[in-house]
C-alpha cells in the first residue's frame, strides 16, 4: 500500500483526466486543522489501485484503511495509488522522522493484493504555522526575581500577556489520538481552549526555569525564544508526544508585577545602592537641600526655626554628609620617606668631641691617637662606660675632658 510519484506533466496534462479517481483539497484555511479529502467521481471511502491523489503546499496527506494507517505524504505533487506497494512516506525534515516512528511502531499495515479494501479513507492535514493564538493569564502566577548585584532572591506575582503559534509536526499522532475519523473537519475552535489551558499551566515551570537563568520579568519580551524552547519542554508529554503539535514562537505583548511587588524591589535595590558611603553622601545632600527648599518655601512657620530643627535631627542621627564622603574616599597612601644615611663607622673622636676621618683633629690639630684612648678624669678619676667616646664634662666633679685625661 504506497504511493508513487506521478510524472510531472500529470499535473494537469490527459493523464490527469484519465485517472479513473483523483484525490484533492483546496487550500485549507486557518482555522482548520484537519480534513477529508474528496474524490472528483465515485465513493469517497474506496481508493482504486491506479487513482490520484493530489497534495499541495503546506498540506500532509495520510491513507488510512480501516482505522490504520497506511502511508503518508508531505511533499507538494501529483501521486499514484498503488495498492500493492509498500509504503512510501513522502515527508521531509522532522516531519518525516517523527511520521516514520509512529507509523514504524504504532500499526501493522494490511495488503489485499491490489484489491480496494473495505474502508479507505485520505485525510489532509494542514502543516503551516497556526497563529494568532492569544494568551493571557486570568490570575498572576509566581517569578523569582534574582538581581545578584544587590543579593536579591524573592518570589513575586506577575501577569503575562500575548500570542502564540503552533503546527502540526506529527499528524499520524494527530490523527491517532486528536481528530479521528473526523467526516468533514477539524478545526482549531474544538481543541484551542485545551491548549490554551495547558499553556497557563505550563507558564509557571517555564517562568521558574527562565527566572534562575537571573533574566528580570521586566526583561522577559526580549527572551521569548528561551520561552517558547521551556514551553515546549515543559508540554513535551502532552502536545509533541501525545498530540504530535508544538509551540513555533511565543510573543510577548505585556508583562508586569503587582504594583506593591514593583515598589518593593525598587526600595531594595535602592537601600542596596546606599551601601556605597558616596552614595549614600549624594542622597543625603539631596535630602537636605529639599528640606531646606521645603523650610523656605514654609510661610507658616520660621525658617530659622525650621533649619534649627533639621540641624538637631543630622546631628542626632549620628552621620553626616562629610563623614559619609569621607567613608568614600580610598585610603591616603603614605609618603615615601628616604633610606636613613648609615651612621659613620669608619671615623675617630678627638678628645675635644670632635669626630674625624683625617691623621689630625679638625677643631683643635691633635693627631689621631695610635690605638683606642682610654679616659679617666684626672680630678675625681671617674672612668666613662664608653672609654673611647667620653662626655663633655664628669659627671662626678664636673671637670671639663680634654687630653689631660686621656690614659
Known sequence: MGLIKAALEAAGGVLADQWLEFFHCESLPANVLAVKGRKRTGTDNIISDGSGIAVADGQCVIIVE?????????????????????????????????????????????????????????????????????????????FRVVDRNVGLDIDISIRCFGEYSYRIVNPILFYANVCGNVPESYTRETIDGQLKTELMTALQPAFAKISATGIRYSMLPGHTAEL????????????????????????????????????????????????????????????????MQAAAANEGASPAMAFMGMNMAGNAGGVNAQNLFSMGQPPAQPIPQPPASPPQTNGWQCACGAVNKGKFCAECGKPKPAGVPQYQCDKCGWEPEDKARPPKFCPECGDPFDGGDMK
Open 66 to 142: 480501516q482505522g490504520r494507517v497506511l502511508d503518508l505524504c508531505a511533499e507538494p505533487g501529483q501521486y499514484t495509488f498503488n495498492a500493492s506497494g509498500e509504503p512510501s512516506l513522502f515527508a521531509g525534515g522532522d516531519l518525516a522522522e517523527n511520521a516514520a516512528s509512529s507509523l514504524k511502531s504504532a500499526f501493522e499495515r494490511f495488503k489485499y493484493g491490489g484489491s480496494p479494501g473495505k474502508d479507505t479513507r485520505v485525510y489532509y492535514f494542514n502543516t503551516k504555522e497556526l497563529i494568532g493564538n492569544k494568551y493571557g493569564t486570568p490570575s498572576p502566577v509566581p
Open 228 to 291: 517558547a524552547d521551556a514551553l515546549n519542554e515543559a508540554l513535551s508529554a502532552k502536545w509533541r508526544d501525545l498530540r504530535g503539535l508544538e509551540i513555533v514562537s511565543l510573543g510577548i505583548s505585556s508583562v508586569k508585577a503587582s504594583d506593591e511587588d514593583e515598589n518593593m524591589i525598587k526600595e531594595l535595590q535602592r537601600n542596596a545602592a546606599f551601601r556605597n558611603p558616596t552614595m549614600a553622601a549624594a542622597h543625603l545632600v539631596g535630602a537636605q537641600a529639599a528640606a
